[in-house]
């Protein structure tokens, strides 16, 4: 075929055209070969548009018309309720409508999401912190261990051998020799200049033999000239003082304050070469400041500084000299221009400074402290005055300076050109006489209505002159004059300057400004809570008297509250005298007869004070207002025992059980018996009163105890069997049968009561600590400490367990044992937590660290004053380790607190021997002292 036939060949209808849909190149003849990308596009989302190759794929007949996509119609998509899945009009249009429509959906549900927020955060870290709990990192699972080495000592970790190269890796045989970098002459030097001595020769190079000469003929420090320890320490400390002088925080961040770095460049000191480059630096950043700026008075001033420190303090007085040139209406700079120079040209300077600045206060000020005569001091403060006659600074100054009469005369002048100055005022009124102190004060209201101070001070005079009737109305007029000129009464304030008046010994001022001030801005369902946080804040300041105040008008306001007529007597029994404590006793039981611990405080200051009729009186007029109390009745039967009286006891006690005839009663007459050695009459008592409390404990306990006392065993196991099947929460009567067996060397059977009492009360750390002490007096230190572990996770803020647990753990154990405890027993009740900080201190005592074991027997002692062994333990300490002053002190403290709790203390003051002594708070402290364990 040729070249025309070629050319004039038909073309083919298809060619040139868009291949149809679906077509695949050779598929007809079995070519179908493999895809790439090129061939099928990109990869796209349901939402791109599709090819423009396929534009008219899964269309309809009419192609002009779009056609909604076709709904999936497959089973898994039919829902018997809702039907097929999709949106119902996912294919029309989206318009305005709908866009507004999604935005408001969008925010409810985005409000919805934050109120739950909270809610799944708090469930998110429990379910975190259940997580760590029960799978913990690696990290929290070596805490323990890795806590107890900082109590190992320097030489123990020196004594940890190296780690030894087990890989089988070979060595290398060509290892180059260890790289020593020499430490430079300068340093060496710098370390010498500042141990004080010389550390090394300048020089010569040592040799193996000292003293000789080296090739360079340099000789060779002799022995002792050189000390490498002392350099290395030497470097160490320049090191802390550079690293220190470089950052000051934890951080490592340098914090520079912009306002004080003046006052900061006193502080510096070039302690050695080191600091000269910063010094420099400093220089340097000052000298731009003062060439950008000159008239930036504290760049000269803080330059000049500089050179003080470093010691040229010539040039410091140049530059100093320089910015008075260049700012000489700055008075900072005038007045360090005086403190750089010596005293006579300090006062010509200041004189210069005089004439370019006369109305500024500082330069006058200082041109008064560089004169060393009264007589010169003066005539400058009055220079002064005529050129600044308004500064109330200048007038106090001056007034110092002179005597009463001319000071007098001062005053009088200084008030007429400071008329607003308060102080100025009431200075001049302390100077005058009593008739024209008035007159100057009520000169000082009319020029200043607004001021409390003269009116306090208006009341404070007629106070000092006997005119009390005065005060009152004159703090009464204050307030509503004060309200006239629109000036809002301050109830803080008013009660501070109460507070000052108690301090400045004008109680009647005080008491008036309490009386009239203290209801102001005060809810009524408020008032006694207000009043009694203010009686207290008064008493914590030692404004003793405010706060008597505040106590009488509470009182008057509130006469038949027993919490607050109580709450006064204490304030008076620790801040007042005898006379009127009881004087208060004797108001409160006229308005509150039916309060028994009036009547029995009463009784009892009059008994401490040897009257033992006059108490008699007082428990006699307390049962005619309370006739069947058991407190009155007791009180006047330990009055009567006390007093040798035994007779008169028993009879009180016979007719008590006739008409109170509780338990207690009951008890105190067993007790009174078993104390006069009446053993039968006694066992009697207890009798008769079992018959009648078949259930009260204590009768077991007493009965038990007699009985062991007379040495039947038997009985007394019996007894303490019938209280325990009576009585199984008493926790005295298992303890107790659990010691008798104990004292027969059964100590299995003691331990078989034990554990059936742990069994009826299972959460009784009592019972938990006399198991394991028992486990320990038998040898069995394993079975010891197994029934510890079991114990503190029954009871794990037990503060009795913490402190078995602390002395049962090693030495080296016991500090992490005793922060491990303080961390349980922190929310925990302040009795058991106070266990915790006793052992605390014990441990320290035990350590020798007397300073620590101080502070935690003061905190002890401070968290519940009424636990009787903290007092005693304390007592003990101090005893070895203190004064006779402090030892003093110590008792006196303890009396007051009076305390009543405790393991020892109770068995001291319940022990028959000691019934005699009974309420002696000084020996009972002495003896519970003496019943303590050693420390082991």
Request: one cysteine or more; glycine letters at 6%.
């Amino acid at each position: 075929m040729n070249v025309q036939n070629l050319v004039n060949k038909k073309k083919k209808a298809f060619i040139g055209m868009t291949a149809p849909p679906g077509y695949v190149p050779g598929l007809g003849r079995g070519a179908t070969g493999f895809t790439t990308r090129s061939d099928i596009g990109p990869a796209r989302d349901a939402s791109d548009i599709s090819d423009e190759r396929h534009k008219n794929f899964n269309k309809g007949k009419s192609g002009d018309r779009q056609e909604e996509e076709e709904e999936d119609l497959n089973e898994s998509n039919f829902d018997e309720f809702t039907g097929y899945g999709g949106s119902l009009f996912g294919g029309g249009p989206y318009d305005k409508e709908d866009e507004e429509a999604d935005i408001v959906y969008e925010s409810i549900d985005k409000r919805m999401d934050e109120r739950r927020k909270i809610k799944r955060e708090e469930r998110l870290k429990e379910e975190i912190k259940r997580y760590r709990m029960e799978k913990p990192k690696i990290q929290q699972q070596f805490e323990d261990i890795k806590r107890e080495l900082g109590t190992m000592s320097p030489d123990d970790w020196s004594a940890i051998p190296d780690v030894a190269n087990m890989t089988r890796t070979k060595k290398n045989k060509n290892t180059r020799a260890e790289r020593f970098t020499p430490v430079p002459d300068s340093m060496i030097e710098r370390i010498a200049s500042q141990q004080g001595h010389s550390t090394y020769a300048s020089s010569g190079i040592q040799t193996a033999l000292p003293g000789t000469a080296t090739s360079l003929g340099m000789k060779t420090p002799a022995p002792g000239e050189l000390d490498l320890l002392q350099i290395g320490v030497a470097k160490n400390s320049m090191l802390g003082v550079k690293l220190d002088q470089a950052s000051d925080s934890v951080t490592g961040q340098t914090v520079v304050d912009p306002k004080g770095y003046l006052t900061d460049l006193n502080s510096i000191t070039p302690r050695n070469l080191g600091d000269v480059g910063d010094i420099k630096k400093a220089r340097l950043l000052l000298q731009s400041v003062t060439n950008t700026n000159p008239k930036h008075a504290p760049g000269w001033i803080a330059a000049a500084r500089l050179e003080e420190v470093t010691g040229k303090l010539q040039q410091a007085r140049n530059i100093i000299v320089k910015a008075c040139e260049v700012c000489p209406n700055n008075e900072d700079v005038w007045i360090e221009a005086a403190r750089l120079q010596p005293s006579e040209m300090a006062k010509s300077i200041i004189a210069k400074a005089v004439r370019n600045l006369p109305q500024s206060v500082k330069i006058w000020d200082k041109a008064v402290q560089l004169e060393d005569d009264t007589m010169a001091k003066r005539r400058v403060l009055r220079k002064a005055l005529e050129n600044i006659p308004n500064s109330v600074k200048l007038w106090k100054d001056a007034v110092e300076l002179e005597e009463p009469g001319d000071a007098r005369i001062l005053l009088g002048r200084a008030v007429e050109c400071c008329p607003t100055s308060v102080e100025l005022w009431c200075a001049l009124a302390k100077l005058e006489t009593y008739e024209n102190a008035r007159k100057v004060l009520n000169k000082a209201r009319q020029k200043i209505p607004t001021d409390r101070k003269i009116w306090i001070n208006a009341a404070r005079l007629e106070e000092a002159n006997n005119n009390k009737e005065m005060v009152h109305k004159i703090i009464e007029r204050a307030l509503t004059s004060l309200k006239a000129n629109m000036v809002e009464i301050n109830r803080e304030l008013w009660l501070k300057e109460a507070e000052e008046c108690d301090h400045a010994e004008s109680p009647i001022t005080c008491q008036a400004i309490v009386r009239t001030v203290i209801a102001i801005g005060v809810e009524t369902e408020d008032r006694k809570h207000t009043w009694m946080e203010d009686a207290d804040s008064f008493t914590a300041n030692k404004a003793y008297v405010a706060a008597r105040a505040v106590f009488a008008y509470t009182l008057t306001v509130f006469p038949t509250k027993k919490s607050i007529w109580q709450r006064a007597a204490f304030f008076e029994k620790n801040h007042g005298t005898i006379e009127q404590y009881e004087s208060l006793l004797q108001r409160a039981v006229t308005y509150c007869p039916k309060a028994e611990v009036l009547w029995l405080m009463r009784a009892k200051s009059k008994w401490l004070a040897g009257n033992v009729p006059e108490a008699r009186s007082i428990l006699n007029d307390a049962f005619g207002a309370n006739p069947n109390s058991e407190e009155i009745w007791i009180a006047a039967i330990t009055l009567e025992s006390k007093n040798n009286e035994h007779e008169r006891a028993r009879k009180l006690l016979q007719k008590a059980r006739e008409t109170a005839g509780t338990a207690r009663v009951w008890m105190k007459s067993a007790r009174l018996e078993w104390c006069l050695s009446n053993l039968a009459g006694a066992l009697q008592t207890i009798q008769y009163g079992l018959g009648k409390f078949p259930e009260f404990p204590k009768f077991y306990l007493m009965k038990g105890q007699i009985e062991l006392q007379q040495g039947y065993k038997e009985k007394a196991r019996n007894t303490y069997d019938l209280g325990i099947k009576r009585c199984p929460e008493c926790i005295p009567l298992w303890v107790s049968l659990a010691t008798l067996e104990t004292l027969d060397d059964n100590i299995t059977k003691a331990r078989s009561i034990l554990e059936k009492a742990r069994v009826r009360n299972p959460k009784n750390d009592e019972l938990w600590v006399n198991a394991i002490r028992l486990e320990v007096k038998a040898g069995n230190d394993n079975v010891a400490q197994a029934l510890l572990a079991r114990a503190l996770q029954t009871c794990p803020k037990s503060g009795i367990l913490w402190s078995e647990c602390i002395f049962m753990a090693p030495r080296p154990a016991r500090k992490t044992k005793s922060v491990d405890g303080l961390k349980n027993c922190d929310n925990d009740a302040h009795k058991i937590h106070l266990q915790i900080v006793l052992a605390v201190a014990r441990l320290f005592w035990l350590e020798r660290k007397m300073k620590k074991a101080k502070e935690w027997f003061i905190k002890a002692v401070k968290l519940n004053p009424d636990l009787g062994d903290t007092w005693a333990t304390y007592y003990k300490f101090t005893a070895a380790h203190g004064t006779e002053d402090e030892l003093k002190v110590l008792v006196e403290k303890c009396v007051q607190a009076d305390p009543h709790h405790g393991e020892y203390w109770c068995k001291t003051c319940k022990s028959i021997d000691n019934w005699r002594i009974d309420g002696n708070t000084e020996l009972m402290l002495k003896l519970c002292a003496k019943s303590l364990p050693e420390l082991r």
